[in-house]
């Protein structure tokens, strides 16, 4: 007789909300919604708000932190924006983490910290090797022949040119390959 009972009252517990079964939020939907009216903002105290709205409703939203990072960076506040690279980076799922990685190397790079971004970078280029972006590999590969230019490493340089050439490149992207060859050749 209990048994039957709780049956009973799990059954109508399971009923509420109208669905079958229980009625869960969707928290990453409402951590995107946050994220997206982030985005939109104008105001940087108001978007690390939201982003930080987002976070409550999923700890885990790497593009919440990576949103926070952005902003931070536009502020100035290096210190906020290194740590939620790094928290972008490590939540990111592996398939899109290479996109996470190129940020935070872009944001290195002009910073001038130029070997920290190639770490990055490598990394990027590993984990596109298992999930290729075009558009994610020619950005990637572009910046670290850049990186390697600065770092006179020529031979390095031109097989990262060599490999944004056969990934899928825009006209802008186009000419700086063409420019970083130029003087990667004539420096070799």
């Known amino acids: 007789m209990r048994a039957t009972l709780a049956a009973l009252a799990f059954l109508s ?7 079958v079964g229980f009625q ?21 105290e108001r978007a690390l708000s939201l982003y ?4 409550d409703a999923d700890p885990r939203c790497a593009r919440a932190y990576l949103g926070r990072a952005r902003v931070f960076e536009a502020m100035g506040r290096a ?8 928290m972008a980076i490590e939540t990111a799922q592996d398939d899109v983490r290479a996109r996470y990685l190129l ?13 920290p ?11 596109l090797a ?20 600065h770092l006179h490493a020529w031979e390095g340089a031109l097989e990262d040119l060599d490999a944004a050439d056969r990934a899928e490149l825009n006209s ?12 990667a050749e004539a420096s070799k």
């Open 79 to 86: 210190v906020h924006a290194e740590r939620a690279y790094a």
């Open 103 to 115: 940020a935070r190397a872009l944001y290195l790079r002009k910073a001038g910290r130029i070997e």
């Open 52 to 55: 930080g709205m987002a976070l």
């Open 24 to 44: 869960r939020p969707d928290y990453a939907a409402q951590a995107q919604a946050r994220c997206d009216e982030a985005d939109a903002a104008g105001d940087g």
């Open 13 to 19: 517990l399971a009923g509420c909300g109208g669905g």
């Open 172 to 183: 802008e992207q186009r000419e700086r390959s063409r420019s970083m060859r130029i003087r």
């Open 117 to 127: 971004a190639v770490r990055d970078l490598d990394k990027a280029v590993s984990l």
């Open 130 to 149: 298992a999930w290729p972006v075009p558009d994610v590999v020619a950005e990637t590969r572009l910046l670290r022949a850049e990186c390697r230019v």
